[in-house]
């Protein structure tokens, strides 16, 4: 099996949940026989927030970069990113480390044309939402991607910030979301929810949505563990 190798940090909680379920599912699919060696590099999640609120592309570039290079060197052979917003700068990680890092937009994107979704909600960070890179793979593939209003896309945003980053769940956030995605199924006819940020599986799941959320950590994970295999 091949060693994992994992950018952590943005933010714990979600590395918590890549760290137990690649245990976990690989002690399952072999049967109790293997678990996966890991290796993290946790960045500092304010320090990287700030590169991304400032839109110092390059500095979280070198940043992260940094810490790509460190897992290489440690043996890790598959490597990723495990949150969504720092795949921002993710092409220019690919080329300056020369590492084909795993991408969690084009796992999802996989994920969402194997169901035959035409239409999706993409929820997120602020970045996630506004910006192209969650999107731009779906648009190829002809699957339209649909975005909350203004004022819910900084409900969103302020949700996962304050709260979900650091493993706070509110019953009343979950019924704003579940409010905006009510919304977006009557007035746009979604589909789907993909949770285009690591932390939201803490909140939504197929079971307390209207329509079918895509766990994007989920997806993600069976294409780690599909490649360390």
């Not at 060696?37 to 970069?65: C, M, P, Q, T």
């Not at 960070?125 to 969650?134: G, K, L, R, S, V």
């Not at 019924?175 to 599986?201: H, N, W, Y």
Request: charged share 30%.
């Amino acid at each position: 099996m091949k060693k994992i190798g994992l950018v952590g940090g943005t933010g714990p909680e979600s590395t918590l949940m890549y760290y137990k379920e690649l245990n976990s599912i690989i002690d399952k699919i072999t049967e109790g026989k293997q678990m996966p060696e890991i290796v993290i590099e946790s960045v500092d999640f304010r320090r990287a927030w700030d590169y991304v609120s400032s839109g110092k592309y390059d500095l979280l570039k070198n940043y992260i970069s940094e810490k790509v290079r460190c897992l290489k060197k440690a043996g890790a052979e598959v490597i990723s990113l495990t949150a969504v917003t720092m795949h921002i700068v993710f092409e220019d990680l690919v080329k300056d480390t020369g590492v084909s890092l795993i991408s969690i937009p084009k796992a999802v994107c996989k994920e969402v044309k194997n169901k035959g979704y035409k239409k999706i909600l993409l929820l997120g960070t602020i970045f996630t939402m506004e910006q192209d890179y969650m999107k731009n793979d779906f648009r190829d593939a002809g699957i339209e991607v649909y975005i909350p209003d203004e004022n819910d896309r900084n409900l969103v945003a302020k949700r996962i910030l304050e709260e979900l980053e650091i493993g706070i769940v509110k019953e009343s956030t979950l019924k704003e979301f579940q409010s905006i995605i009510d919304k977006m199924r009557d007035q746009c006819g979604i589909e789907a929810v993909v949770l285009g940020c690591t932390e939201l599986p803490l909140l939504l799941n197929s079971k307390n949505c209207s329509v079918p959320c895509l766990d994007s950590v989920e997806i993600h994970i069976n294409d780690l563990i599909h490649e360390a295999l």
